[in-house]
């Protein structure tokens, strides 16, 4: 009996194990993200730790983790730019306040009206940008600034790997890394035990150590030194109108990113859904922190949080402990981290992008719902070519409008009966002004010299538009025709 006390229960096994996964794939995020918003790499490394050991314990979502987010790169960039480093403490404060007062108005709910096929365009796009990003630091070569710029950048990128035997040696265990994520599935199940991304890096980290490939490693330097709180001169800022739209722009980005990741996790799983106004009071709270500490913002990070559930995390455990590892790693133990190879990360990265891009979904839309795969599509194109928040607002843009056209069907049907009778014209269905010029086509086509009925007992909807347009038309035709309209009731309003 006390030998079955002292066990581990099965979920935590599970836990552990996934975090020690989304570790792996939360490290080079941390640091990737930090040097593209330039700032030092150890402010992101503050913000995953923030991430899993403070939002990871709150209530919200229990599989999503959070940290510095892709998204958030250009609009932190330009921050810096404009107001300096030290100001980024204050814009994070001000906007995880923001976000936990948004929370507590219960503003989060309304995000879960989410098209899946916008979320599954995100996760593409996501995973595209990732892709390309990570083959230029798999290469060591820096990384054009735009999405499509990067793409546009990997031909010249594969010529010149060729050319170089330093990066040609950083791309063969990048390469190597990949092919041992992908093939690792078809293993027997005892080597499976350990999990894949873990053996991968380990075995890329041995293959370079035991070769003496000159690939470039991990750099890591003191998180106390990073650690800026935010001082008066900087909250003096806030009287300034840019400095306040900056914060509304963290604020909206931030809350959007982490929500939308909310509903694509949610269909990752079967466990408990998001309660969306505690995870955006969650996100609130480890801004705040971040904030406090002069760190980078937070989102929750769909990479991440699909590597954990894809791990088989069954609590928020995982996430607290992805955090802890960050923390001894980095701080306590940083010799250790500088002996990993980037390119093995960016290998890692570059399957988890892959699996992101849902191809099968991609096929199975097209051919059930030709219009669901094109909004899927559109997303993703525009995720890459814009950025996360605009592709995923374009997305839903379209998904509204497809919406809203399949919704205004309406059924015209003319029964001519007898030549000397009159002609009956049924409608039935959602009468809109989108219908509207097809509608008024086929009426205006109808003889002037016969008597015509309108049956509209049958529609569910007729809007003030077409309501007025076949009123108008009812009238004219009385002018002008010999026999007259036979005007019901919905329109004359009797």
């Not at 010149?160 to 990949?178: E, F, K």
């Not at 500490?293 to 607290?320: C, D, E, H, W």
């Not at 000397?420 to 014209?425: A, C, L, M, N, T």
Request: with cysteine; glycine share 10%; net charge positive.
């Amino acid at each position: 009996m006390l030998r079955r006390n002292l066990a581990f229960p099965p979920t935590l096994r599970h836990d552990i194990a996934a975090s020690v996964v989304v570790f792996l794939v939360a490290l080079p995020l941390c640091v990737g993200v930090a040097v593209a918003s330039g700032v030092p790499a150890e402010l992101g490394l503050i913000t995953g730790i923030v991430g899993g050991l403070v939002t990871g314990l709150l209530p919200g979502s229990s599989l999503q983790v959070s940290g510095p987010a892709a998204g958030l790169t250009v609009l932190v960039f330009e921050a810096v730019r404009l107001y300096g480093l030290p100001a980024l403490g204050t814009l994070v404060l001000a906007a995880g306040l923001l976000q936990l007062l948004l929370g507590a108005l219960r503003f989060g709910r309304w995000f879960r009206a989410i098209s899946i096929a916008v979320v599954e365009g995100m996760l593409a796009g996501i995973g595209l940008t990732i892709i390309a990003g990570q083959l230029y630091a798999m290469a060591g070569v820096t990384a054009p600034g735009s999405g499509l710029g990067k793409l546009a950048g990997l031909p010249a990128l594969a010529v010149g790997s060729l050319t170089s035997p330093t990066v040609l040696a950083a791309v063969a265990v990048g390469v190597g890394t990949v092919a041992l994520l992908a093939l690792w599935p078809r293993l027997p199940a005892r080597v499976r035990v350990v999990p894949a991304p873990l053996a991968a890096v380990a075995l890329a980290t041995a293959a370079v150590w035991f070769l003496g490939l000159p690939v470039a490693r991990l750099e890591v330097n003191g998180l106390l030194d990073a650690v800026r709180a935010p001082g008066l001169d900087d909250l003096a800022l806030l009287a300034e109108l840019g400095f306040l739209g900056t914060i509304v722009a963290f604020t909206l980005i931030s809350s959007a990113e982490s929500l939308f990741s909310a509903a694509a996790v949610d269909r990752m799983h079967d466990g408990p859904r998001t309660e969306y106004d505690k995870e955006l009071m969650a996100q609130g709270a480890g801004n705040a922190i971040c904030g406090a500490l002069g760190a980078l913002p937070m989102t929750a990070v769909i990479v991440r949080s699909s590597a954990n559930v894809q791990a088989g995390a069954r609590t928020k455990a995982s996430r607290v402990l992805h955090g802890l590892w960050l923390l001894l790693f980095a701080a306590l133990l940083p010799a250790a981290l500088e002996v990993i190879p980037l390119a093995a990360l960016a290998g890692v990265l570059v399957h988890t992008g892959w699996k992101l891009i849902p191809k099968a979904q991609l096929l199975s839309l097209w051919r059930r719902h030709r219009g669901e795969a094109v909004i899927l599509v559109c997303t993703a194109v525009a995720v890459v070519a814009l950025n996360l928040f605009e592709g995923v607002l374009l997305g839903l843009l379209m998904a509204v409008v497809k919406t809203a056209w399949e919704t205004s069907h309406v059924h015209l049907e003319v029964d001519d009966g007898a030549p000397d009778g009159p002609i009956r014209v049924t409608l039935s269905g959602n009468a809109t002004f989108l219908r509207l010029p097809k509608m008024l086509d086929t009426l205006e086509a109808l003889p002037r010299d016969r008597h015509i009925e309108l049956e509209l007992s049958g529609l569910r909807h007729l809007d003030h538009a077409c309501r007025t347009a076949l009123t108008s038309w009812a009238a004219r035709h009385n002018r002008e025709g010999t026999p007259a309209v036979s005007v019901p009731s919905a329109l004359t309003g009797t």
